[in-house]
């Protein structure tokens, strides 16, 4: 594909349920990242992935919040229990290295209201 | 402790006024900085970064590392300029911070 695809764009879920959000992101970049935003807020960083690994998760706010990407190109958010505190929208951005100097091309992001 | 700071939630200007978008930032180490632009319906992209030294669309940045500030100017603002904008900061361990950004509006 052309850029990073979010799917799906909008997900309403009840409190208490489980969630999955997609992120695909452009095809050759080794670096992924996940941040969450919420109303009137900058992008919060959740975590980083450098290939398949977990760089960086210093962001994810509890253990409610786990990341993966299996072979190095898609990867999956997951949020447990979900609050009406995970409200907000989800963005994906990947990068063809990783690392401070390289340009981050970000997904159209994933709503999530939890309702 | 990395932070990224934009003091104004909103910025008002008339078109052909000059704009500057005010950040600043805290971090220990060299930093690299980033203007991240996001037009309305539209996804957040990079508008200019430090280490490019260019002018993106009429806008410069410089970075001052005594005031530890990195705002975004333009002399003269245009209608297409509206969007909302994030200054960013990106560290060592490859993350990137984001300010809480501003929205910059042009009126006619």
């Not at chain 1, 941040?35 to 807020?41: E, H, I, N």
């Not at chain 2, 805290?26 to 957040?44: A, H, K, T």
């Amino acid at each position: 594909g052309a850029g990073v695809s979010q799917t799906p764009s909008n997900k309403v879920t009840e409190k208490g349920k489980y969630v999955e959000l997609r992120c695909d992101p452009i095809s050759g970049h080794t670096a992924l990242y996940w941040y969450r935003q919420s109303l009137g807020q900058g992008p919060e960083f959740l975590i980083y992935f450098q290939g398949t690994g977990a760089a960086d998760d210093s962001g994810l706010p509890n253990d409610r919040f786990f990341a993966v990407r299996p072979e190095g190109s898609v990867s999956t958010l997951k949020i447990q229990r979900t609050e009406r505190g995970d409200s907000a929208v989800y963005l994906c951005a990947s990068s063809s290295t990783g690392g401070a100097y390289t340009e981050a091309f970000f997904g159209q992001g994933t709503r999530l209201t939890v309702v | 402790a990395q932070r990224v700071t934009q003091p104004e939630k909103l910025l008002s200007v008339f078109k052909g006024a000059p704009v500057e978008l005010k950040c600043n930032y805290s971090y220990s180490g060299s930093p690299e900085l980033f203007w991240y632009v996001q037009y309305s319906r539209q996804r957040l992209q990079l508008l200019l970064r430090h280490i490019s030294r260019e002018s993106i669309k009429g806008f410069t940045a410089d970075l001052n590392k005594g005031e530890t500030s990195f705002h975004l100017k333009k002399p003269f603002a245009q209608e297409e300029d509206s969007a909302m904008y994030y200054c960013a900061l990106g560290s060592s361990a490859s993350k990137i911070i984001f300010g809480s950004g501003t929205r910059l509006s042009i009126r006619p």
